[in-house]
């Protein structure tokens, strides 16, 4: 087995402190990613890639990814939930890694809705 290197150890620092993050809800912004089957089916895999490269590209500490299960609207899939401190959760859906990149973009880092994707406001009403 190889000589862990400094390199080495930064990588699992900055994993284990994003985990931290994770587990005390720091940030101030909440991306998750449907991956239930039908999600998985349908590109989700893709969607989380291309968030997680506009995190590391933007180098956006404060952000939060996640996976959760099915959210119910299998035809509507992929899907991502947004949400931002203090705000109303954002559901996207029918996303493409370059609709994920104008999201995170767009609402994530600048707070703008991005309104051709989303289909719902917090969990009842719809745009």
Avoid: N
């Amino acid at each position: 087995m190889p000589k862990l290197t400094l390199d080495d150890l930064r990588k699992i620092q900055e994993k284990s402190r994003r985990m931290t993050m994770l587990r005390e809800g720091a940030g101030k912004a909440k991306i998750t990613v449907h991956m239930g089957t039908c999600g998985i089916a349908a590109g989700a895999r893709d969607i989380m890639v291309a968030f997680l490269d506009e995190i590391e590209k933007k180098d956006a500490k404060d952000v939060i990814i996640t996976t959760s299960g099915c959210a119910g609207l299998c035809s509507r899939e992929p899907m991502a939930t947004v949400e931002l401190a203090g705000q109303a959760p954002v559901k996207y859906v029918d996303l493409t890694p370059e609709k994920a990149r104008t999201i995170f973009t767009d609402h994530v880092l600048k707070g703008k809705i991005v309104m051709e994707y989303a289909l719902a406001l917090g969990s009842e009403r719809t745009f």
